[in-house]
């Protein structure tokens, strides 16, 4: 049984690689015995995210890399096969919101720059969708892959304050359930496409609007949290086990499905 979650030796991509949530599940499937490449938008980043991972595993490398550049992409690609020869997992974490695509709470949709709305939905579904071009590429002539996609419960409830990014996760799932019939039906039945849709964890991105100066909830925090069934936020190493079932032989027979990992957020009216 347990054989059946082995991802030792595989070779897996992760975009926004340098990211909290990008590196934290680089970490899981290094700690998994995976080879793993992380792209990351910034050398520094990617130079700190590198630094940490290989105290974990020295199967690791890091690249720059836009992920709204397919040709960026490619060259990425090249590397990759260049290095391992094959790409068995592609995570695509890359992704979040700007601050000019979040609403404050004196504003309202009107007040929205279309600029930055685009900014947002470009970032969160292109960054999904090319690299599945680039990379799924692959998968179809080896015949085999899986690509992990990331969805938010802001796919699932109509969120307050961040429009762009509901919008753009929600085109996510709909684009993971449709990549996954495409690779399926035309390419392989050893190719799936799933995504994860992450509750609220505590990160870089969302802690000003979560947690207040002095460490106590914020009044957002707080509604967060009476919606969720655990009573808690979610510890960004808690992902880790469901990418790993998603990417092993564990789940042969999954694809187009979308997993929550929220705690029961999603499950619960609040009422």
């Not at 309202?108 to 292109?126: A, R």
């Not at 000003?208 to 009476?226: F, M, Q, Y």
Request: proline fraction near 2%; include cysteine.
């Amino acid at each position: 049984m347990n054989n059946m979650f082995d991802i030792a030796g595989k070779v897996a991509v992760v975009t926004g690689g340098s990211g909290v949530l990008g590196s934290n599940i680089a970490e899981g499937l290094l700690k998994a015995g995976a080879k793993v490449i992380i792209i990351g938008a910034h050398q520094d980043r990617v130079d700190a995210a590198l630094e940490r991972l290989k105290a974990v595993n020295q199967d690791v490398a890091g690249t720059v890399c836009n992920v709204l550049d397919i040709e960026s992409l490619r060259s990425v690609k090249d590397t990759v096969l260049s290095k391992w020869g094959r790409v068995d997992f592609l995570i695509n974490a890359a992704g979040g919101n700007i601050p000019g695509g979040t609403l404050t709470v004196d504003q309202n949709i009107f007040d929205m720059k279309v600029e930055d709305l685009n900014k947002v939905v470009d970032l969160n579904l292109n960054g999904t969708v090319y690299p599945c071009l680039v990379f799924g590429e692959i998968m179809a002539k080896q015949q085999s892959g899986v690509i992990v996609n990331v969805s938010s419960m802001a796919a699932y409830e109509s969120i307050t304050r961040v429009p762009g990014y509901s919008m753009a996760k929600s085109a996510v799932e709909n684009f993971t359930r449709w990549m996954a019939q495409e690779m399926a039906i035309k390419f392989s039945e050893k190719i799936r496409v799933n995504a994860i849709a992450p509750g609220f964890f505590i990160g870089n991105q969302n802690r000003a609007i979560l947690i207040n100066p002095d460490g106590s909830l914020t009044e957002r925090s707080k509604k967060v949290i009476a919606k969720t069934p655990m009573r808690r936020f979610g510890d960004i190493s808690e992902l880790n086990g469901a990418v790993q079932f998603l990417c092993s032989d564990a789940a042969s027979f999954i694809t187009g499905a979308t997993l929550a990992i929220d705690g029961g957020f999603s499950a619960f009216s609040g009422v």
